[in-house]
Each structure stands twice: as structure tokens, then as C-alpha cells.
């Protein structure tokens, strides 16, 4: 058994490149036009009310405030599920929301439906089900599809686990659209999963075959998670780039996705951000913050190490959610409560959920306003 288990040691070392580069391989292949002809047509989809893929809502931030998560991946609960570890955060993040009446936004892949039935999942998250059916209960809960979780759009009996797993009817979204007003300004937030338009993920049949024919056994095998932010760094970046692109062409629009595992806020990745912040305080001569940014680059040079050429002009109107299975049980998402749009984060500090605003901004200030 000992000699098994080194034997299996070595290879999941050996492996490791090349199974996740595989992985890669076969998870995005953005095309730009065909992500910018998507989303437009989603944008549109929202204003026509015979038009059932998108909903538009309007929401007072003042009022209403709104919490954004993506990319959950609930599954089984064995070595296949990527969203084991982030359960205890998650859990307390929706008793947290709850509690505060905050509005739901799931915007999509919650369900890992290319490895598992629905069965399995709908047994295997009985306590997160229930806690969602609160917001569901306050009119609070908007679920976006995509493309782990298709088979809610695609497949004839989906309604029916649907009310199975709810105790009720609830309709499922390609995008929402927030209308916001606040003090003078008038805009709209375009939330959307963020597949559309990838080849190998926008219903692609082979890519979800290779997911549970042949990733899903060896990550299983392997105890092998993902979900970290320098899986497939190049994709995700062209990926992101191609959103923010789509995005920085309309006026009064704030574009939030998920899909890609990378947060982003303000169109920054956290790596960007903080090149940035290292400027400022060489500009301001601040030595104590330049020492504490060079210790934390490297850091994040090592998830993920690639910079937007044109990161010093990018316009504010691009925003990413990350994800809720990071492989050390983080989960991050967006919050709008009041004036403020914020990046935050669940992670465990000395064993217990707490919840961390990794950045904020004003609303009205992304579009020039004060």
C-alpha cells in the first residue's frame, strides 16, 4: 500500500504540467467576434420583453443591495469536486447575505453537470440548496447559466429538477441587467456568465466529453484541483481582454462576468493592480508601501504572470467575480451595497469563514461623476 501510494506521489508530480495543460487545452478558446456578437445581443435581449434569455431589473443600491457569485462547481463531494474545500466559506458567505437581504445574483456554473447527474449534486448540497431557497422565498434570487451548468437551458426535464431542488418554478437567464440610478447618473450592469462566444466552451459536446470522460477520472485519481489562478493564464487574460474590449465600447455599461476563475476589478487583474500601486508610491516617494508591494508581487507572479500591455489606460467598466473553488477554499465575488461596487472575499482565518473588501470604488466615480 506504501509503495502504492509513493508510486502515485511520483506521477501526480510528473503528470502535473501535462495534465493541467490539457485541461487547458480543452476548457477556452475565446473568438473575439464571436464574444462581442454575444454579448451585444444579450445587452439587447434584456430591452425586449418577449426576449427570455435576458431580464432586466431595476435596483436601487441604496435600497437593494446585490451579491454576485460565479463558478461554484458544486459536485459530488469526492476527489472530483472542486468545490469541497470552498463549502464551509460559501455556506457562511449565503448566511451572511441573507441575513443582510442582499439580492442573489448565481451567474453560472454553480452546478458541476459535466462530472455529475443532478442527482448526485442535488443530494450531495442539501444545505446550500436550502439556504438559496430564502433569497428565492424574498424574491431575491436570479439564476444565470453556463457552461458547466447548459443542461438547464438545454435539457426538456430541467424544469423539473429545478422545482425538485427549489420547491418551486424559477426561471433561468443567459444575462441580467441591472438598471441602476443613482444620484445623477444612469447606467446599465450587463451580468453574464462569460462563455459565450468560446468555442470550446459555448456548448461544445467534445470539450464537455473530455471533461467527464477523461479530466474528471484523472483529477480524481490525482486529487488534482484546478482552480487556481495560473491555470491557463493565457487563455483567461485573452479571454478577459476580449470582455473588457466589448465592454470599453458603450457608453453608461458596466460589464460583470465570471468564467475565467480570475477576479477583476476596475478591468485590473490583482497583479496589475498592485504594478500600479508600486507607481504611485515610487511617484509619492512612500518607501514603507514600495517594500511592502515588492514582497507581494512575486507572490502573484507566481499564480498568474501576465500584465496587459495597456494596463495604465484601461477604462473602469470591466468587472470578473472569480470564482467559489479556489484549491484553498477561497471564494470571491461582487458586492454593490449602497454607492459602492467591491471585489470581496471568504476565506478561512484561524479555521472560520471571514469576509475581506479586497477593493472598492463608487459607482458614480467609474463614470467620471463625483
Known sequence: MLIFEGMKRVLKFLFLKLLRKAAARFSSAPDKAKVHEALSQLLKAAEDTKDKRSLLLSINPAIQPVIIFSDQHKGARNAKD??????????AALSYYEQQKYFLIDLGDSEELWKNSVGTIMKSNKEIFFLEKKFIARNAFCKVIGNHDLFWK???FAPFYLKKMYDEKIPVYESIVLKYKTGQMD?????????????????????KWFVSKIWGPLQSYFELNPNTP??????????????????????DLILITGHTHQPVFKSLTH??????????????NNKERMQKILLEI????????????????????????GCCCFDDGTITGIEMLGKEIMLIKWSNKNGEPERTVLERVELEKLFGSE
Open 271 to 284: 497583479l496589475e493592480r498592485l504594478y500600479l500601486d508600486l507607481e504611485n508610491a515610487i511617484a509619492e
Open 82 to 91: 472542486d468545490f469541497k474545500k470552498a463549502e464551509k466559506n460559501y455556506l
Open 187 to 207: 447606467f446599465k450592469i450587463l451580468c453574464t456568465h462569460g462563455h459565450q462566444g468560446d468555442r470550446q466552451s459555448d456548448g461544445n459536446a467534445f470539450s
Open 154 to 156: 438545454e435539457d426538456p
Open 298 to 321: 512575486p507572490r502573484r507572479k507566481k499564480e498568474y504572470n501576465i500584465v496587459n500591455v495597456s494596463f495604465r489606460d484601461l477604462l473602469p467598466f470591466y468587472f470578473n467575480s
Open 230 to 251: 495560473s491555470c491557463n493564464n493565457e487563455r483567461k487574460s485573452l479571454h478577459n481582454e476580449y470582455m473588457y474590449e466589448w465592454s470599453a465600447l458603450h457608453q
